[in-house]
């Protein structure tokens, strides 16, 4: 049987491994760019304009998605069962107590951000408190604090950045082949093949980088889930409060396609219907199934 620890360090090696394939797709993409342009110059300036648009992100990630869930600070006085709760687990997870916010929605839903445990923020919704019991409630809590504590929101950063990377440098290498077949056309002595191999450039990279991206998503649910066990050594929890979160299928008042990857379940609602590898392949979040069938499969 899997023990919590096996779970854990298997999912910490494939989130790397999908780490190593961003960064090599980036280097192969640049690669290309100054082979085909002879320029070296133009993978510096992609660089360089993804770093700038999203360091700025990463530095106040926290206050963007709270601001764009809805989601109102929240003190012990207001909501002492959940402060505890979350104090405690903070203290036994050894990271300091995040700030905590609610979002008045009846969807079962929460998500943790912050760029690190010092800076980290977890909001829970109305509809979780409302739906779950308190070991059910402490597994997800215990899921979130893994999450700041795995430094899970600096690896997503990474990532979004490799994302912005690529797509720059595929859609300015697709335009130049787009425009410069078109200018050796009229020539007379161009590559007729030009234009669609553009196109093919600035729509398959993108989309491969996406689903790069979602890839990393999934693994850190599933690496957060297993920590989330091994801190409250009560995996049922979380199991059984995952059961009743994927029964409710209707979206959050407030979903965003920007901030979804960072919620304990899609905030869309139900997964769409569809081939299973196809829906794993295009969701931020792994099939719950898995999930729990995960979590019953650990011990302690």
Do not use: C
């Amino acid at each position: 049987m899997t023990s919590i620890y096996t779970q854990q360090a298997k999912n910490v090696r494939k989130t790397w491994m999908i780490m190593i394939v961003f960064l090599s797709t980036v280097i192969g993409v640049g690669y290309i760019a100054s082979q085909y342009f002879g320029s070296v110059y133009i993978l510096y300036i992609a660089i360089g304009m993804s770093l700038v648009m999203n360091v700025g992100s990463f530095w106040f990630s926290d206050k963007l998605a709270i601001k764009a869930s809805g989601a109102k600070a929240t003190t012990k006085t207001e909501n002492p069962d959940l402060w505890n709760l979350v104090e405690n687990l903070s203290i036994t997870a050894g990271l300091p107590m995040p700030k905590l916010y609610i979002i008045n929605d009846p969807a079962p839903n929460a998500f943790a951000t912050g760029r690190n445990k010092e800076h980290s923020a977890i909001a829970v919704t109305t509809g979780l408190m409302q739906t779950l019991d308190k070991a059910e409630l402490e597994g997800v809590l215990a899921h979130e604090l893994a999450h700041i504590g795995n430094r899970d929101i600096l690896v997503m950063s990474v990532a979004v950045v490799l994302v912005g990377i690529i797509a720059i440098v595929a859609d300015m290498l697709g335009r130049m082949a787009m425009f410069g077949g078109l200018n050796n056309n009229r020539e007379g002595n161009g590559h007729p093949f030009a234009i669609v191999i553009g196109i093919a450039i600035m729509f398959v990279g993108p989309l491969a980088a996406q689903m790069m991206q979602m890839a990393v998503s999934r693994k850190r649910e599933f690496l957060a889930d297993a920590s989330g066990a091994l801190l409250t050594r009560y995996p049922e929890g979380l199991a059984s409060a995952l059961e009743k979160i994927s029964g409710y299928t209707h979206p959050m008042k407030r979903a965003n396609s920007a901030t979804a990857h960072m919620f304990i379940s899609n905030p869309f609602g139900a997964e769409s219907k569809g081939g299973k590898m196809m829906r794993k392949m295009f969701s931020t979040h792994p099939p719950m199934e898995e999930r729990v069938a995960l979590l019953r499969g650990m011990s302690l």
